[in-house]
């Protein structure tokens, strides 16, 4: 079983710099063939970062996003519509949305979490305890 340290709040790695820079020349790249085409990448270089950085979402909000933002991007590529800025906003919204029902869950461990759940080091301790009996499964935060 790996071993998960109480690590809660603001993280950055290595990778999450390297994945940012490309994606910031990206979405320039993208912007400077077209004006709408580099918004989608920037768009998702920037939830990739406040998902897994700054807000700590779990791998099942962070795929409700991903679906409603693939769904959003596909129709406008499909359809033209709604276009990208009505689909960006719509998923900002979205995004606002699951961060918001994120912080009111006992594992939120993202930026603030001192504050929005100081309860968090018994909640993950118990959590440890509960899943370090033999045979379970751990499951991260």
């Not at 004006?35 to 768009?43: D, F, H, K, R």
């Not at 979205?94 to 504050?115: D, E, F, N, T």
């Amino acid at each position: 079983m790996k071993n998960h340290l109480f690590k809660p709040g603001f993280r950055m790695s290595f990778t999450d710099v390297i994945v940012i820079i490309l994606g910031i020349c990206g979405s320039v790249v993208g912007m400077r063939m077209d004006a709408g085409s580099g918004l989608p990448v920037a768009l998702v270089v920037g939830h990739f970062f406040a998902f897994c950085n700054v807000f700590r979402l779990p791998r099942k909000l962070e795929l409700i996003w991903a679906t409603f933002f693939l769904i959003a991007a596909g129709t406008t590529i499909v359809w033209q519509w709604p276009g990208w800025y009505p689909a960006s906003a719509l998923s900002i919204i979205c995004a606002v949305v699951l961060v918001g029902i994120h912080m009111r869950q006992p594992s939120y461990h993202g930026v603030g979490w001192k504050y929005l759940n100081p309860h968090l080091p018994a909640w993950w301790e118990a959590r440890r305890r509960d899943t370090s009996e033999p045979g379970e499964a751990a499951n991260s935060i």
